[in-house]
């Protein structure tokens, strides 16, 4: 069997791995990098603020839709722009943030009618239909209620 030649080692015993200097380096450049990236990513844009409040709206003018087809009489959803909240007949009163614009875009038949902020819902599951706008900062999104059927599509256009 061969012996292997010894080696001597002159100066400090070498190590492999990172000194304690390179690992708070590289701690200290993480950091930064976080926060300056944080302001980016913290705050959402107004499009994905504006996609949960579309989803409760549509949720509640279903709740309505349904409502009026079990009681069998007509319910309406009251659209209040300025307090930007809106109401189901005789329910709570559901509140949007107050950088969310809201509203109502009747359809073409109920154009210059007095109750131009209500979606009324009918037994037969029939509505006045329109369109109800949330907007904020740069984008929208828009919520179509169909007057034959009740049924509803949620669109948005995020700029």
Request: proline share 7%; net charge positive.
């Amino acid at each position: 069997m061969q012996k292997r030649p010894s080696v001597e080692r002159v100066g400090p015993l070498q190590e492999n791995g990172f000194s304690l200097i390179e690992l708070l380096v590289a701690l200290a450049l993480f950091t930064l990098s976080i926060a300056v990236m944080l302001p980016v990513f913290g705050t959402p844009r107004s499009g994905a603020r504006l996609s949960p409040l579309i989803m409760r709206l549509a949720v509640d003018l279903k709740s309505a839709r349904t409502k009026a087809i079990v009681s069998n009489r007509p319910v309406s959803v009251i659209l209040d722009p300025i307090n930007h909240s809106y109401r189901i007949d005789g329910d709570r009163t559901s509140m949007l943030p107050a950088s969310v614009r809201l509203k109502l875009t009747p359809d073409m038949d109920r154009v210059g009618e007095d109750d131009s902020e209500t979606i009324t819902f009918f037994p037969d599951g029939s509505s006045t239909g329109g369109s109800v706008i949330l907007s904020a900062q740069t984008s929208s999104m828009t919520l179509s209620v169909g007057w034959l059927t009740g049924a509803m599509v949620a669109r948005g256009s995020p700029r």
